[in-house]
């Protein structure tokens, strides 16, 4: 990290960011150097750039101008989109100064948190497959005060949720299961964590039906991946289970065309769980995690699974299944058994799971669902600290009611024409959740991936809920 003084910072001939709220005139550093105050040409309305440039008076040959809207208004999570939109609108080197977003309502570190954050997450690019690498915009912090380190932790959150977005974005043939498996096995090595890799061989020993079932239709690999990390001695575990599916193509229900494209994505809440973990142990917080990950492609094949097939658990409960495009929660369960298994005393998945949360809630809010509120209201509390919209869905004892009416089996993956499909996938993975066990599922469907950028961040995987996890988890 670059970080300069004022003085220092004059000096630098690349475009300065500059935040400037509705009530404020320019910092009188600006104002001085122009040689006038150019407030009345400055955009307002919160997010908005400005650039004028210096026409040889300052080192600078320009300066971007963002508006922050009113101060009494300015949040963390507002600051990280508005600074955003200045570092995605950069091609070159730049200076951001730091102190010219203090305000009341949030402090100087929320802001430099803020500002690093957005330093990192708004200049990722995806990578073409087999082209060169191109480098970010390089960013120099300007301020007089000593705000370092809250600058390096807004940095550090967003290069871990940078790395999930690196695995969301690869296509489906470059993220196999297999790939997976060996990219979790080097970050492993070097956090210096553990890992064990749960190959097919080792599922059908044990006894994860619902899993193995997804996977038979593909030529690859099916996995259950636990990664442990021990910062807490012996406190509780928290397990973070996601779901892997590499692509989903639906099975023998097989999905519409138009509903194909985007199917490398179903396995952002494997990736993100992943990446929660490795900020926990790279900033070596005291805490007990374990992501649980399961892996596989639903695909059709020879010996594909079929509707009215009956699929063993490992938790020993039969599942009935009446769509193979609802297999998110089939490999979901055996996960969550594992992690109940291993002792785990809370347990969060996370999973784009559901259409009908997309229906319910659209593209920016995440679902949540919980058997205890208490444990919920912690992470509504750090979601609203990190900017992040979560939306809790109902989960009661008709929709437990529903998914338990099979014929042959103690449970149906899925109701024909059902009314509330995200309550009823939730209350399906509900049956696997040991009774003391504290328990939230998070169904990112809608907002895993965006398909087109946003004013302050790429198109593509999303990283969503990952900082909300690393706020309720590692401060």
Same mark, same amino acid.
């Given at each position: 990290?670059?970080y300069?003084? +004022?003085?220092?910072g004059?000096?630098?001939?690349?475009?300065?960011?500059?935040?400037? &709220?509705?009530?404020?005139?320019?910092?009188? #550093?600006?104002?001085?150097?122009l040689d &006038?105050?150019?407030?009345?040409?400055?955009?307002?309305?919160?997010?908005?750039?400005?650039?004028?440039?210096?026409?040889?008076?300052?080192?600078?040959?320009?300066?971007?101008?963002?508006?922050?809207?009113?101060?009494?208004?300015i949040? /963390?999570?507002?600051?990280?989109?508005?600074?955003?939109?200045?570092? /995605?609108?950069?091609?070159?080197?730049?200076?951001?100064?730091?102190?010219s977003a203090?305000?009341?309502?949030?402090?100087?570190?929320q802001?430099?948190?803020?500002?690093?954050?957005?330093?990192?997450? @708004?200049? &990722?690019?995806m990578?073409?497959?087999?082209?060169?690498?191109?480098d970010?915009?390089? #960013?120099?912090?300007?301020?007089?005060?000593?705000?370092?380190?809250?600058?390096?932790?807004?940095?550090?959150?967003?290069?871990?949720?940078?790395?999930?977005?690196? =695995?969301?974005?690869? *296509?489906?043939? /470059?993220l196999?299961?297999?790939?997976?498996?060996?990219k979790?096995?080097?970050?492993?090595e070097?956090l210096e964590?553990e890992?064990?890799?749960?190959?097919?061989?080792?599922?059908?020993?044990m006894?994860?039906?619902?899993?193995?079932?997804?996977?038979? %239709? @593909?030529?690859?690999?099916? &996995?259950?991946?636990?990664?442990?990390?021990?910062?807490?001695?012996?406190?509780?575990? $928290?397990? +973070?289970?996601?779901?892997?599916?590499?692509?989903?193509?639906?099975?023998?229900?097989?999905?519409?065309?138009?509903? !194909?494209?985007?199917?490398?994505?179903? !396995?952002?809440?494997?990736?993100?769980?992943?990446?929660?973990?490795?900020?926990?142990a790279?900033?070596?917080?005291? #805490?007990?995690?374990?992501a649980?990950?399961?892996?596989?492609?639903n695909?059709?094949?020879?010996?594909?699974?079929?509707?009215?097939?009956?699929?063993?658990?490992?938790?020993?409960?039969?599942?009935?299944?009446?769509?193979?495009?609802a297999?998110?929660?089939?490999?979901?369960?055996?996960?969550? $058994?594992?992690?109940?298994?291993?002792?785990?005393?809370?347990?969060?998945?996370m999973?784009?799971?559901? %259409?009908?949360?997309?229906t319910?809630?659209?593209?920016?809010?995440?679902?949540?669902?919980?058997?205890?509120?208490?444990?919920?209201?912690?992470?509504?509390?750090?979601a609203?600290?990190?900017?992040? =919209?979560?939306?809790?869905?109902?989960?009661?004892?008709?929709?437990?009611?529903?998914?338990?009416?099979?014929? #042959?089996?103690?449970?149906?993956?899925?109701?024909?024409?059902g009314?509330?499909?995200? @309550?009823?996938?939730?209350?399906?993975?509900?049956?696997?959740?040991?009774?003391? $066990?504290?328990?939230?599922?998070?169904d990112?469907?809608? *907002?895993?991936?965006? $398909?087109? @950028?946003?004013?302050?961040?790429?198109?593509?995987a999303?990283?969503?809920?990952?900082?909300?996890?690393?706020? =309720?988890?590692?401060?």
């Open positions: 990290m670059n300069l003084t +004022l003085e220092e004059k000096q630098q001939a690349n475009t300065w960011i500059v935040p400037v &709220y509705t009530e404020d005139h320019i910092p009188a #550093v600006f104002a001085q150097a &006038y105050d150019p407030s009345e040409q400055i955009k307002r309305e919160a997010g908005q750039l400005t650039t004028l440039f210096t026409m040889g008076k300052m080192a600078a040959p320009s300066i971007c101008f963002v508006a922050m809207g009113k101060k009494k208004d949040t /963390y999570g507002k600051a990280k989109r508005y600074f955003g939109n200045a570092f /995605y609108a950069q091609k070159e080197d730049c200076c951001f100064y730091v102190d203090a305000s009341d309502t949030c402090s100087m570190e802001m430099a948190r803020a500002a690093g954050f957005a330093s990192v997450y @708004s200049t &990722y690019r990578q073409k497959i087999e082209a060169e690498q191109n970010a915009p390089a #960013v120099a912090f300007v301020s007089d005060q000593d705000l370092q380190a809250a600058i390096a932790e807004g940095m550090e959150i967003a290069a871990c949720i940078n790395h999930a977005r690196d =695995l969301g974005n690869l *296509p489906s043939n /470059y196999t299961p297999d790939t997976f498996v060996e979790a096995k080097a970050l492993a070097e964590v890992i064990e890799v749960l190959d097919k061989e080792a599922l059908t020993k006894g994860a039906g619902a899993l193995l079932g997804v996977n038979r %239709g @593909s030529d690859k690999g099916a &996995y259950l991946l636990t990664l442990t990390y021990r910062g807490n001695g012996d406190a509780p575990m $928290t397990a +973070l289970v996601g779901k892997g599916i590499t692509f989903d193509s639906g099975g023998y229900c097989l999905k519409p065309r138009t509903s !194909m494209t985007g199917m490398k994505y179903d !396995m952002c809440g494997a990736a993100n769980m992943l990446s929660a973990l490795e900020y926990a790279r900033t070596k917080a005291k #805490v007990n995690l374990m649980v990950l399961a892996l596989t492609e695909k059709m094949g020879p010996n594909g699974f079929t509707p009215d097939e009956v699929l063993i658990s490992l938790s020993g409960k039969t599942i009935e299944v009446t769509n193979t495009d297999e998110g929660r089939l490999i979901l369960c055996d996960a969550i $058994t594992h992690a109940a298994n291993k002792k785990a005393a809370r347990i969060i998945d999973a784009t799971l559901t %259409g009908a949360c997309v319910a809630l659209g593209d920016r809010y995440t679902g949540t669902f919980t058997n205890d509120p208490a444990f919920l209201e912690a992470l509504n509390n750090a609203k600290e990190s900017g992040e =919209l979560v939306w809790q869905l109902p989960l009661d004892a008709e929709f437990k009611k529903q998914v338990q009416n099979s014929d #042959v089996a103690d449970l149906i993956n899925s109701i024909p024409n009314k509330g499909g995200s @309550s009823l996938a939730a209350a399906f993975l509900s049956a696997f959740v040991p009774e003391q $066990t504290q328990w939230i599922h998070l990112i469907a809608g *907002p895993a991936e965006t $398909t087109a @950028s946003s004013s302050y961040a790429a198109k593509g999303t990283g969503v809920m990952i900082e909300t996890l690393i706020q =309720l988890l590692c401060k």
